[in-house]
Nanobody, 127 residues
């Protein structure tokens, strides 16, 4: 599976962006998909994940009411809709894919095991 993330860019505070992560391969629907981010000088952080069955787990409480993850298995794509963006959301955003056989309850928070990572897309929020 190869993951191609896109949709990042520069946006003003309170603006919106939608990130996309397109996956190659014919088994996308069986993978759990997640979004992570890494801000300059900080460790990578789990943002939100969706299991193959649709169950959603949010990472930081600060994004729960502003970010929405969705997946379109027909298009082999997972999306991250980000609203009311804040300067602290500035980071490189990565999508990730995990075989469901590797999933356990803390998998997102422990950031693994992850089978595939996308290349990252930069999101910059100006104040």
């Amino acid at each position: 599976v190869q993951l191609q993330a896109s949709g990042g860019g520069l946006v003003q505070a309170e603006g919106s962006l939608r990130l996309s992560c397109a996956a190659s391969g014919r088994t996308f629907s069986t993978y759990n998909m997640g979004w992570f981010r890494q801000a300059p000088g900080k460790e990578r952080e789990f943002v939100v994940g969706v299991r193959w069955s649709g169950g959603i787990t949010y990472g930081a409480a600060s994004v729960k009411d502003r970010f929405t993850i969705s997946r379109d298995n027909a298009k082999d794509t997972v999306y991250l809709q980000m609203n009311s963006l804040k300067p602290e959301d500035t980071a490189v955003y990565y999508c990730a894919a995990q075989k469901d056989a590797d999933w356990y309850s803390s998998t997102w928070y422990r950031q693994g095991p992850i089978d595939y990572w996308g290349q990252g897309t930069q999101v910059t929020v100006s104040s």
